[in-house]
């Protein structure tokens, strides 16, 4: 990277802590961005990891998880690849 610079990347696995999907996402993004804040780092991109139980739950829940972490990501100014 330009000037020495470091690219770091960082994976988490976040179970749901609350009840609230939207909710959900939102805590398991900005935790997941607070990993990289610990190391001094500025998050520029991130991907989505999910394993869900879609026998169980309903993917238009999932759908809310994801739009809460997408939307705790925009706030930081990070870019969601897929």
Do not use: K
């Not at 900005?30 to 520029?44: E, F, I, K, Q, V």
């Not at 994801?66 to 930081?76: N, P, R, S």
Request: charged share 15%; glycine share 10%.
């Amino acid at each position: 990277m330009p000037d020495g610079q470091l690219l770091v990347q960082s994976v988490d696995f976040f179970t749901p802590i609350v009840d609230d999907a939207h909710d959900w996402g939102r805590i398991a993004a900005a935790n997941a961005l607070s990993d990289l804040y610990a190391m001094g780092a500025r998050p520029w991109t991130a991907m989505q990891l999910v394993g869900w139980p879609r026998d169980e739950l309903s993917f238009d829940l999932l759908g809310d998880v994801l739009v809460g972490g997408m939307q705790v990501m925009g706030e930081a100014g990070c870019c969601l690849l897929y």
